[in-house]
């Protein structure tokens, strides 16, 4: 099932089911009680993001290319940082450049986001994916002046100013995506491809990742995991590609969809 979150004419918010003709049926429940397909047709007036998390938890250096391009070693355990939910944002709205705490370089990244469905706490790889609702596609937008010289080597600034992580266009739950790491993922800038590669590239591949975040540690319903991003960011550019206004970023994840965002200043 592709379950989107959305807007409908009458200005509620619903979840439906996408269709392969595009319509949407609606669904009764929710994330911890679970989806029942309606009868029903949903208008969609707004496509959401799909969920709104309970936290976002990140890995960094994930891809054994994107750290040979970074020119950094990979480690025993997965680096693990966090972004907080008001940096969520919807397909189709915009990316904002940070003007306050100004930002010269803004960059995509291209992750593959794992949803929890079910509360879970020490669980092991072997049964990692039982935890699992599904997959989205995630940009984790980030300001590499913040995260690297002005953030007193935390990550967490330069990753979590409103707007740094899109989500969407939909989860598809796990029945359709049995194996979440053998995906194309790409990112495209202005119908440029930047980032091209496969989830298979991960060094630790989505059920060790569930695994050791729920060591020792309790992982809830809404819970999403954003996985790491392939080579071909903008900072390892020569010249650095930074994200400008005006610019369009699309990531497009194999089974998923494309999740796009204009980018623009902030106000």
């Known amino acids: 099932m592709k379950i989107i979150r959305l807007l409908d004419r009458e200005n509620n918010i619903c979840f439906g089911?996408?269709?392969?003709?595009?319509?949407?049926?609606?669904?009764?429940?929710?994330?911890?009680?679970?989806?029942?397909?309606?009868?029903?047709?949903?208008?969609?007036?707004?496509?959401?993001?799909?969920?709104?998390?309970?936290?976002?938890?990140?890995?960094?250096?994930?891809?054994?290319f994107h750290a040979k391009e970074c020119g950094l070693k990979t480690h025993e355990f997965p680096v693990l940082f966090m972004k907080?939910?008001?940096?969520?944002?919807?397909?189709?709205?915009?990316?904002?450049?940070?003007?306050?705490?100004?930002?010269?370089?803004?960059?995509?990244?291209?992750e593959l986001a794992v949803v929890i469905g079910k509360e879970c706490k020490n669980v092991s790889?072997?049964?990692?994916?039982?935890?699992?609702?599904?997959?989205?596609?995630?940009?984790?937008?980030?300001?590499?002046?913040?995260?690297?010289?002005?953030?007193?080597?935390?990550?967490?600034?330069?990753?979590?100013?409103?707007?740094?992580?899109?989500?969407?266009?939909?989860?598809?739950?796990?029945?359709?995506?049995?194996?979440?790491?053998?995906?194309?993922?790409?990112?495209?800038?202005?119908?440029?491809?930047v980032q091209d590669w496969n989830t298979r590239d991960m060094i630790f591949d989505v059920p060790a990742l569930v695994e050791f975040l729920s060591g020792s540690t309790t992982l809830l319903p809404g819970t999403v995991i954003i996985t790491g991003t392939p080579h071909g960011i903008g900072m390892a550019q020569n010249p650095p590609r930074w994200l400008q206004p005006g610019d369009e970023v699309t990531i497009d994840i194999e089974k998923i969809g494309k999740l796009t965002n204009p980018v623009m200043n902030e106000k």
């Open 125 to 193: 790889r072997e049964n990692a994916l039982d935890y699992v609702l599904g997959y989205t596609c995630c940009n984790d937008v980030s300001a590499r002046d913040w995260q690297i010289h002005r953030g007193g080597s935390q990550w967490c600034r330069g990753k979590t100013f409103d707007t740094f992580a899109p989500l969407g266009p939909c989860i598809v739950t796990t029945d359709e995506i049995p194996n979440p790491n053998v995906l194309q993922i790409k990112t495209i800038l202005n119908g440029d491809v």
């Open 17 to 64: 089911a996408q269709q392969e003709d595009g319509s949407v049926i609606e669904l009764n429940g929710g994330l911890v009680e679970g989806f029942e397909l309606t009868q029903n047709r949903a208008t969609v007036k707004k496509l959401l993001a799909p969920i709104t998390p309970s936290s976002i938890l990140c890995i960094g250096l994930n891809y054994h």
């Open 84 to 110: 907080a939910i008001n940096a969520v944002q919807n397909p189709n709205d915009p990316i904002l450049i940070p003007t306050h705490l100004k930002s010269n370089e803004v960059d995509y990244e291209c």
